[in-house]
């Protein structure tokens, strides 16, 4: 466990912090003008609909792969060095993608995005908490990285809007260079330098293996979300999980391990990971849903769409801000447990929406689902870095980053798979009479594609067709939503447990 107490951060520290809010708040920020920008991608490269899911995928791939070799790679050479160096090869990355003449290179381009963005997080997590020693302290700061975060996906669709409205579309990805040219200035005189003087060279094998576990799993899944069940996907699943048997099989035998699996041994630090991963499970998933009833529901465009779900980051702007100061007289488990209580709540809220566009009942309930996640994220991330002992932060950190990425994964192919399930029972039955077999059948397998087939049908035959599809949509939206809810009061038992281990703060 890291001391906590050592003397309280000063004004250079949280100048620090407002440096190390910059990657957090763009990292999330592009990824959301990115997805904006894919008309106009399409448009003028002439990309095609695989390289346009490649264009926005490859990123989350090679980021999610990497982080945890990342981590480890900081706590040996230098966290702010890795983070100066990942800040680099972002922002020249960027701009190689700005100016990307072909699918093929900006897909490349992407990919060493990915890479040199899995530098971000992890750096940004133990340098924080290598700035502020004091555990109060601590939890406000990581509160403020983590706010960060969901602040660049709130102003993300206004940000790209107005770039792609004034711009071309290799703006969206020139912004990381100013940011980046800031932090490479401002961060050797401002971040503080960490490393363990005890560690040896990263295993190699270790490496493949975390790269080789990551990535099968996270493609999968995400195929699984897009296509449904498949042999290829589920065969990814498998290997990747297979990988990661070798993996932590490995770091047992190490002396200088890339993981150190004796963080688990922590109660707190294996439910706080536990609860990140469950968290964003629910999250990502229910975002995904969210999304997809915005465009094909309610019918709005994707700008707009961006435009009613930047509240609900709002949320948690306000939960993760909020969370460290009542954790201070409230031990945090509560804290935690009670937002993930509320965010049951908004799940409820989301249980009750119906298929004709109910835009207001949408948001409040995105609101407080998200405003209930909100303090696990803040206060979860924080026991997680808090339980580290000083020289293992930045693998830590890292574990902190990539559990919500594969939670993340897992709860969008999941919770994706039980609405295209529910879905299709009910569509089976409900397509109206004189629809045509080749419509019917393309209309029963999602929402996407009754949508694209009503456009061709006439009207007696088109909206009731309409109508049906997105009633057995929002039938799936309800189950996952129950799902969810469910699944949040089970995370917030499990994180009460923890009441009578922890004091009156977060770590």
Not at 161 to 169: D, M, R, S
Not at 304 to 319: D, F, K, Q, R
Request: hydrophobic share 55%; net charge neutral.
């Amino acid at each position: 466990m890291t001391d906590d107490t050592t003397t309280q951060a000063g004004a250079r520290e949280w100048i620090g912090l407002a440096v190390l809010a910059l990657p957090a708040l763009l990292a999330s920020l592009e990824l959301t003008v990115t997805h904006l920008a894919l008309p106009a991608i399409a448009a003028d490269l002439g990309a095609s609909s695989t390289q346009l899911l490649w264009i926005v995928d490859i990123y989350a791939f090679l980021l999610a792969a990497v982080l945890i070799p990342v981590g480890a790679l900081g706590d040996r050479i230098g966290r702010r060095r890795v983070l100066l160096i990942g800040s680099v090869g972002y922002g020249i990355a960027s701009v190689l993608a700005a100016y990307a003449p072909s699918p093929e290179l900006l897909i490349a381009a992407r990919a060493l995005m990915g890479v040199a963005g899995a530098t971000l997080m992890p750096s940004t997590l133990s340098i924080t908490a290598a700035m502020f020693r004091d555990a109060r302290q601590r939890a406000v700061a990581i509160g403020v990285i983590i706010a960060s975060v969901s602040g660049g996906t709130a102003i993300g669709p206004l940000v790209g809007g107005w770039l792609l409205e004034h711009f071309w579309w290799g703006s969206a990805f020139l912004l990381a260079a100013p940011v980046m040219a800031a932090l490479v200035v401002a961060g050797p005189l401002l971040l503080p330098e960490h490393r363990d003087p005890r560690s040896g060279r990263l295993d190699g094998a270790s490496v493949v293996l975390a790269l080789l576990a990551v990535l099968p799993v996270v493609y999968g899944l995400k195929q699984v979300a897009a296509d449904g069940l498949s042999t290829v996907p589920v065969a990814a699943v498998v290997v990747g999980i297979g990988m990661a048997v070798q993996f932590v099989r490995r770091q047992r035998r190490l002396a200088d391990p890339l993981v150190d699996l004796r963080l688990f041994s922590d109660r707190a630090f294996r439910t706080a990971a536990a609860t990140l991963t469950f968290g964003i499970f629910v999250l990502w998933g229910s975002n995904y849903a969210i999304a997809q009833y915005l465009q094909l529901v309610a019918g709005l465009s994707p700008l707009n769409a961006g435009l009613w779900t930047a509240p609900s980051a709002a949320g948690v702007i306000a939960g993760s801000l909020i969370a460290p100061r009542v954790a201070r007289r409230v031990p945090a488990p509560v804290v935690i447990g009670a937002g993930l209580v509320v965010s049951a709540t908004g799940y409820l809220v989301l249980a009750t929406v119906v298929p004709t566009g109910d835009l207001v009942r949408l948001v409040v309930g995105a609101i407080v689902v998200s405003a209930g996640l909100g303090p696990m994220m803040a206060l979860a991330t924080d026991m997680v870095v808090g339980a580290a002992p000083a020289e293992r932060v930045g693998a830590a950190a890292a574990i902190s980053s990539t559990a919500p990425q594969i939670g993340g994964a897992f709860g969008v192919a999941v919770l994706g798979s039980i609405i295209t399930a529910v879905y299709r029972e009910a569509m089976a039955t409900a397509v109206p009479v004189g629809v045509p077999d080749e419509a019917a059948e393309a209309a029963r397998d999602n929402l996407g594609t009754a949508a694209a087939v009503v456009r061709q049908l006439p009207e007696p035959l088109a909206d009731p067709l309409l109508a049906a599809a997105r009633a057995a949509f929002t039938s799936g939206f309800h189950v996952t939503a129950l799902v969810s809810a469910a699944l949040m009061v089970l995370v917030a038992a499990l994180v009460l447990t923890l009441r009578t281990r922890q004091g009156g703060h977060a770590a």
